[in-house]
């Protein structure tokens, strides 16, 4: 079957740095998404790669290694407005998007 | 505003009765999606369409109807609605089928309460 593994929770302290990591384990592989979802929010969409390595957009970078099938998404800097779920997810060989369940990022002053 | 409108924004409703969830978009995407959105399973796909008059079925279709006459429009139909069906529902849009880089568009959401 098709599965994709992100942390549940994760806590950060304001104006710090936290990876959130994502492995999957898909049949055919066509570009890993990350999307950020406030509370009570629609996903709006973070980054995309679909080759090994980085992707650095301002203060976020997804890294992507497909021989691992792996990735993860660093936020730097952050900010109380940062706390959200992180979802992953990989468009399979049907071009379908396998989605992660979230991880929930809760910042701290 | 561009962009995709879900109606309504939420409902409750009693088991045993038909609803329909409205989905349109304005900025011309051949696909549609409906997502459901449960706590701790993340999105699953309900029902897609790659383009108008055509529909295909997702992960968890059983329960839930769609239909695709027009680019903009993509309802969801419960025909029967049960408690489990209680949950977020999404709709999202993308352009380009069968492509790797299609950012997928959401609406903001309809929660449905079956009681």
């Known amino acids: 079957g098709q599965n994709i593994d992100q942390p549940t929770e994760m806590t950060a302290t304001e104006g710090a740095i936290v990876q959130i990591n994502c492995t999957y384990q898909?049949?055919?592989?066509?570009?890993l998404f990350w999307y950020q979802q406030h509370a009570g929010e629609a996903p709006t969409f973070l980054s995309y790669?679909?080759l090994d390595g980085l992707e650095e957009k301002g203060r976020f970078s997804s890294f992507l290694s497909r021989s691992k099938g792996y990735s993860y998404l660093l936020l730097k800097e952050l900010q109380m407005k940062d706390s959200a779920s992180y979802l992953c997810?990989?468009?399979?060989?049907?071009?379908?998007?396998?989605w992660g369940a979230g991880t929930k990022l809760i910042i701290k002053p | 505003i561009a962009g995709i409108t879900q109606a309504p924004t939420s409902q409750i409703l009693a088991a045993g009765r038909r609803m329909t969830l409205r989905c349109t978009q304005d900025?011309?995407?051949?696909?549609m999606y409906w997502y459901r959105q449960d706590l701790g399973l993340g999105l699953r796909l309900i029902h897609y369409?790659?383009?108008?008059?055509?529909?295909g079925k997702g992960e968890v279709p059983d329960g839930y109807s769609v239909s695709r006459a027009n680019t903009d429009d993509f309802p969801l139909t419960l025909a029967s609605a049960v408690p489990s069906q209680t949950s977020v529902y999404f709709c999202?849009?993308?352009?380009?089928?069968?492509?790797?880089?299609?950012?997928?568009?959401f609406g903001q959401g309809t929660r449905l309460t079956v009681v």
């Open positions: 898909t049949s055919g592989f066509n570009g």
């Open positions: 790669n679909v």
């Open positions: 369409s790659n383009t108008a008059g055509t529909t």
């Open positions: 999202a849009s993308s352009d380009g089928v069968g492509t790797g880089y299609t950012e997928a568009f």
């Open positions: 997810a990989v468009k399979d060989s049907n071009y379908q998007l396998i």
């Open positions: 900025m011309r995407h051949n696909a």
